[in-house]
């Protein structure tokens, strides 16, 4: 069988093993992206991979190689690079659509605060104790790794979030809040990233100084953001050439394709790189073409199902990608564990304090943090552009990058939901058994003081008419 009728055949493998797991997890009441993963975890080159080395037959799974380090990886991987540079790109571009002005207004000061502070705490938590761990067991842990994976602990999984309250039909304080703080959560995350990953590069290079950890991250973060919105304004301005909704797909998706290409430029002055990051570049362009188009709601709808096939063979392939050798070290499991507990402890111990500082509800300051714990889609980006770059493809660094992250949104992905669901049913969000939930008592005492005031009103009004009878 040939090169490309074995990618052929395990691109539908892919969709067909991601769609009837995840057929299995609703059952379960699992989110659907545990199941993809799942499925990249039994077709990868640890399991179905080997079985096709086994018989001969390319294409049936992730074809097992050795990756050298005493684990596999699989051949096909590079050649499905690209659709993971692609999804990334329409994961960002949905975030960047969450961020219409109108909705900004609505969100207030309160979940700004605590969508910006909650992530930059959890990135210090985490960081905190990788740094330690590195510093226990430098030959375990890189330094770069630890920096990395502290940003990308601040990451949520709207996806996730979004699932439980539509399926629990959630309403109240708590989901009000959350919503907007999730989206704003992973703009700060991609920033954070942007500015960690820049640090991590100085590093490893050797080159610790002013540029490499200050300059270099700040301009590419700068240069992302304008090069996203002088796309997105061109974006807005050639829709209004197109008038059928499929034409105006195809110049969405083109779109998308040409800012990630433009994403990967660089160039280097001096010292100083000048780069962009393909996540912020494009979550600029759906802020900007959100907000500057009048269809964007419509015609983001259509880009959400046109793309769904997409991001199924991302998340399988991301499964696939797990190498499980690396935890045949008890010691990079305990990295692992303590990732997990880092990053819960961060998140909820950010989102009590940033909600007492925002003055926000008591069932906020108490549940908040527990709705936050969910991780998915975003931090398996931040840890495939460390396994792409230039700097850290092939190397242990990536290696554990990828591998934790794995690990540990498996593990959210499984309990996170959950955890999720029962935070929102403490506080009264979602209605358990028939009870009234906290926005049916809030609507009810609000309907019952309207009335009690108009009762009044009334009683005023007859008084008045009768003194004005009497009077005549």
Request: charged share 15%.
């Amino acid at each position: 069988m040939g090169q490309t009728q074995s990618i052929l055949l395990l691109l539908s493998i892919t969709l067909l093993s991601g769609l009837l797991l995840s057929r299995l997890a609703k059952k379960l009441q699992l989110p659907a992206v545990t199941a993809y993963l799942i499925a990249g975890v039994l077709i990868g080159p640890y399991a179905l991979g080997q079985l096709s080395n086994l018989i001969g037959v390319k294409g049936l799974g992730f074809t097992a190689i050795p990756n050298g380090n005493g684990g596999f990886t699989s051949e096909f991987l590079a050649s499905f690079a690209i659709l993971s540079d692609v999804a990334l790109g329409f994961i960002a571009f949905s975030i960047g659509n969450e961020f219409r002005v109108s909705q900004l207004k609505k969100i207030g000061k309160q979940a700004t605060i605590v969508g910006i502070l909650q992530a930059v705490v959890t990135t210090l938590v985490v960081d905190a104790v990788l740094i330690v761990m590195h510093l226990l067991m430098p030959d375990v842990l890189p330094l770069e790794a630890a920096i990395i994976l502290g940003a990308i602990a601040s990451a949520t999984a709207p996806a996730a979030t979004l699932m439980v309250v539509k399926q629990y039909k959630a309403k109240g304080p708590v989901t009000d809040i959350l919503l907007p703080v999730v989206a704003l959560d992973d703009a700060v995350g991609l920033i954070l990233f942007a500015v960690s990953f820049g640090v991590a590069r100085g590093v490893y290079s050797g080159s610790v100084d002013v540029v490499s950890i200050v300059v270099n991250p700040l301009i590419e973060i700068i240069g992302s953001l304008t090069l996203g919105a002088l796309m997105g304004y061109l974006f807005s301005f050639c829709e209004r050439f197109f008038h059928s909704r499929s034409k105006r797909l195809a110049v969405s998706v083109a779109f998308v394709l040409l800012t990630i290409g433009l994403s990967k430029l660089k160039f280097e002055i001096g010292s100083v790189h000048i780069g962009f990051s393909s996540l912020l570049t494009c979550m600029m362009l759906g802020t900007i073409f959100c907000n500057v188009c009048d269809f964007s709601e419509e015609l983001m709808d259509r880009v959400d199902r046109w793309t769904a096939p997409l991001f199924i063979v991302f998340f399988v392939t991301s499964g696939a990608e797990l190498d499980l050798s690396v935890f045949s070290n008890i010691l990079i499991v305990l990295v692992g564990v303590a990732y997990i507990i880092s990053r819960s402890a961060g998140k909820y111990t950010g989102a009590l304090l940033s909600s007492k500082l925002a003055k926000c509800d008591d069932n906020i300051v108490k549940y908040l943090g527990i709705t936050l714990l969910p991780q998915a889609g975003v931090a398996l980006g931040m840890a495939d552009i460390v396994k792409g770059s230039v700097e850290f493809s092939g190397t242990s660094i990536a290696q554990i990058v990828v591998s934790i992250t794995l690990f540990a949104v498996l593990i959210y992905e499984l309990v996170g939901p959950a955890l999720t669901k029962m935070a929102l049913t403490k506080a009264g969000d979602i209605n358990p058994e028939g009870k009234t939930s906290a926005r049916h008592e809030h609507a009810k005492k609000k309907a019952a003081q309207a009335a009690a005031a108009a009762a009044q009103a009334a009683t005023v009004t007859t008084v008045t008419s009768t003194e004005q009878e009497n009077n005549a």
